[in-house]
């Protein structure tokens, strides 16, 4: 059992939470990730660990309430006890001085981006971050990411905060300034992940996504988060989540990731309705 420590909406639907997990607090590294399941009968919900504190034994999760698990995890209070919290999975990011390191993020994906631009600063890099939401309010980690880089741009969809775009128009700026970039790393929702590949590859410049592929296991047994890299099939739970951007097959990936839709949105309204008990 972990126990729930604290617990912080950061907007409508976003929730950052420390848990208590000594052994994962003291393994972990950047890049990896947990799964949590909430009690028996839930479901595994892979969640990128955040940050973590081993002198206290705590992890930091932030995740959006999209599904019914989520919803569920989100209904959780500070003292509730989640039943597993396994990890740490997922190779750890290679992280070395690489020189200048731009570290691109959208939505949510931010919260994964956080522990690999830390550590990408940590390790000397000069840090160029580029976060991005729709709006303002679903902006997050604004001051965590300035404190670990060395230049932080902000663009809303909407332009209710910073230029309105998307931060591929950054990523373009910052690329045409002629700065010798060594690697961007990318992490937010498929397109966008798939739109910096794009946008860097013709300068040749090292790209590294972080894959937010449907999970189940956690172990690559069951297959449910293959994915097609460089013309093989991957496994991002174990043989990932950072892969190179420019041999993702992000159409492929785009289409699993609806497989279940219409499941999730039956099992939201279930779980809206007060019916319980499904995994």
Do not use: W
């Amino acid at each position: 059992m972990a126990k729930i420590v604290t617990k912080e909406r950061l907007s409508e639907q976003v929730v950052r939470m420390t848990v208590v997990s000594p052994r994962i607090a003291r393994k972990r590294k950047a890049g990896q990730f947990v799964v949590l399941i909430i009690n028996e009968q839930g479901e595994r919900i892979p969640l990128t660990i955040v940050d973590s504190d081993p002198e206290i034994g705590t992890l930091t999760i932030i995740f959006q309430e999209v599904g019914k698990s989520t919803m569920h995890l989100g209904a959780l209070n500070e003292g509730d006890e989640i039943a597993h919290v396994v990890g740490p999975l997922g190779r750890p990011t290679y992280i070395e001085n690489f020189g200048t390191a731009v570290c691109v993020g959208g939505g949510v994906g931010i919260a994964a981006l956080y522990p690999i631009t830390h550590a990408l600063h940590d390790a000397g890099n000069r840090v160029i971050s580029i976060i991005g939401a729709r709006n303002k309010d679903l902006l997050m980690l604004e001051d965590e990411m300035g404190a670990v880089s060395d230049e932080l741009l902000i663009c809303t969809d909407d332009g209710s905060y910073g230029p309105q775009g998307f931060v591929t128009s950054l990523l373009s700026e910052v690329v045409e300034r002629k700065e010798k970039i060594k690697i961007v790393v990318a992490v937010g929702p498929v397109p966008m992940m798939h739109a910096v590949a794009e946008l860097t590859r013709p300068y040749g410049i090292n790209t590294v996504v972080s894959l937010n592929s449907i999970m189940l296991d956690g172990t690559g047994m069951c297959g449910t988060c293959r994915c097609e890299v460089g013309g093989k099939t991957r496994f991002v739970c174990v043989e990932g989540p950072e892969f190179d951007g420019h041999e993702v097959d992000f159409d492929g990936l785009a289409k699993r990731q609806k497989a279940y839709l219409e499941a999730e949105k039956k099992a939201v309204l279930r779980y809206s309705c007060g019916v319980t008990g499904e995994g």
